[in-house]
């Protein structure tokens, strides 16, 4: 396994989901090939938690370093899920359009996409350029 897999696999088990049972692990590597981890944490006042793919990013934001080279998400499902729309945006915010993002079963499934096909039409700083 590479760095990026091995590191959202092992993570997922600490996911917080006492409610869905629904484990999910993510892990991205900056641009400066830093890894950095995130798991879903759920909350009584659903649907309150947070997403794996968010807990990840807002890692790599506290670290200081703000650029997505890649990114690996891992669930126990019969196959890949991709992220919700607001992670979608989230990874697309800090993110080129060709990254690839790998969706993957605890089994070893694999999906391979980029942010572009994840979200198309992404909304970006660009349409708020009106704004003064």
């Known amino acids: 396994m590479n760095a990026l897999k091995?590191?959202?696999?092992?993570?997922?088990s600490n996911a917080y989901a006492p409610y869905s049972g629904f484990?999910?692990?993510?892990?991205?590597?900056?641009?400066?090939?830093?890894?950095?981890?995130?798991?879903?944490?759920?909350?009584?006042?659903?649907?309150?938690?947070?997403?794996?793919e968010s807990g990840a990013i807002a890692?790599?934001?506290?670290?200081g370093h703000t650029r997505i080279k890649e990114a690996y998400v891992v669930a126990d499902c019969p196959?890949?899920?991709?992220?919700?729309?607001?992670c979608r945006q989230?990874?697309?915010?800090?993110?080129?359009?060709?990254?690839?993002?790998?969706?993957?079963?605890v089994d070893g499934?694999?999906?391979?996409?980029?942010v572009a096909e994840l979200l198309p039409g992404v909304f970006t700083p660009t349409h708020m350029d009106y704004v003064s």
């Open 90 to 105: 989230k990874i697309a915010e800090f993110a080129d359009q060709d990254v690839i993002v790998t969706l993957a079963t």
């Open 6 to 12: 091995d590191a959202a696999f092992k993570v997922r």
């Open 79 to 86: 196959s890949p899920v991709p992220p919700c729309g607001g």
């Open 23 to 52: 484990q999910v692990g993510a892990a991205i590597k900056s641009e400066e090939d830093k890894i950095f981890v995130g798991v879903n944490v759920e909350n009584a006042a659903y649907p309150e938690g947070t997403c794996a």
């Open 59 to 63: 890692a790599m934001i506290a670290a």
């Open 109 to 114: 499934k694999e999906a391979k996409y980029s």
